[in-house]
């Protein structure tokens, strides 16, 4: 299977999930209550599942229309897309486990869809500076990250990615 088919697939199940949770959410369906009705719920007014209903759409169009409809290989520049994903996941994260202390199937289910298809493109431009550089960026930042704590392993993490990815975009051009 090509990797921008799986990646066309991956997006519709992030878009199923994103659909399911919200409807969860908002039918009161589990212990979500806790989450629903923290002040920690929204951003600026916006409930945190309102982003999933609009992000796994936005990245199956944009995957769709990147891959000409899964024909052509996945590209590099979907990285930054979904690091941006990735920063806020890791937000949420935080949020879930530290925060709120509210924690379910459906929220990893939705995050671990996400770098999946971050691991997509990665493994389909492997050979590329930039890919090759983000990743170095990655782990560099997780080793730094260590030893500050876990969130702070994914922040370095995430930060040393997109700084490797930067560098090695403006190092080939």
Excluded at 18 to 27: D, I, K, L, R, S
Excluded at 80 to 99: A, E, K, Q
Excluded at 102 to 112: D, K, N, Q, R, T
Excluded at 128 to 143: E, W
Aim: aromatic share 18%; glycine share 10%; net charge positive.
């Amino acid at each position: 299977m090509k990797a921008s088919i799986a990646f066309v697939f991956l997006s519709l199940v992030g878009v199923a999930e994103a659909f399911v949770h919200a409807w969860q959410e908002n039918a009161f369906t589990t212990y979500w209550t806790q989450v629903r009705f923290s002040s920690y719920a929204s951003l600026l007014g916006v409930p945190y599942w309102a982003f999933g209903i609009v992000w796994f759409p936005l990245v199956l169009v944009v995957g769709l229309w990147v891959t000409r409809f899964g024909r052509d290989s996945l590209r590099r520049e979907l990285m930054v897309l979904l690091t941006v994903g990735n920063i806020f996941t890791g937000y949420l994260w935080f949020l879930d486990l530290v925060v709120v202390r509210a924690f379910s199937a459906e929220y990893v289910g939705l995050y671990v869809t996400n770098y999946a298809l971050t691991g997509l493109v990665i493994a389909q431009n492997w050979s590329s500076v930039v890919v090759k550089d983000f990743s170095a960026g990655t782990i560099i930042g997780v080793v730094v990250g260590v030893f500050f704590g876990p969130f702070a392993t994914v922040a370095f993490g995430l930060a040393g990615g997109l700084l490797g990815a930067f560098s090695g975009y403006t190092s080939t051009r």
